[in-house]
């Protein structure tokens, strides 16, 4: 499915209200350039949980768990992983098969790691079309 949004409150709108379809046990995948909305479009995943505590990029912590929504959301954000073996300090696989929901950003550097099934999230952006302009591009996986 190819989505196209025209404002910050858009791709927000649009991450709401996957998050709030979103059940547990659900990996999403979130894959963009930086400055392409992947933190605007997790703020609105979020909000659609249920969870209305600040949300950002865990980028130097990996992980961020929040359990004030209706299931819980793991938020990862692997860009700054050195290697695939990080992710297992961290537990990861008590995320990918657990009662929560998770969603990872610069999920293409952990592949060899990812569930058999997930939802990939993939944002662009096309300057020509406008500063806020995104194309948002979800694709069942299964590998």
């Known amino acids: 499915m190819l989505i196209e949004t025209f404002s910050h409150k858009e791709t927000f709108e649009l991450g709401r209200k996957i ?17 392409t ?22 980028t130097f912590t990996i992980m961020q768990v929040y359990d004030s929504g209706r299931i819980p959301f793991y938020h990862f954000d692997v860009y700054r992983i050195g290697d695939v073996s990080e992710m297992d300090e961290i537990g990861y696989e008590d995320c990918f098969y657990g009662d929560g929901v998770c969603l990872i950003e610069w999920a ?26 995104r194309v948002i591009q979800l694709e069942e996986r299964k590998a």
Do not use: C
């Open 108 to 133: 293409d550097l952990i592949e060899d790691i990812l569930p058999e099934h997930y939802t990939e999230v993939r944002i662009s952006k096309d300057l020509k079309k406008g500063f806020d302009y």
């Open 19 to 35: 998050g709030s379809e979103a059940d547990a046990g659900a990996v999403f995948t979130l894959i963009g350039d930086l400055g």
């Open 37 to 58: 909305g992947k933190t605007v479009f997790t703020q609105g995943f979020a909000q659609g949980l249920g969870i209305m505590e600040p949300v950002n990029s865990p």
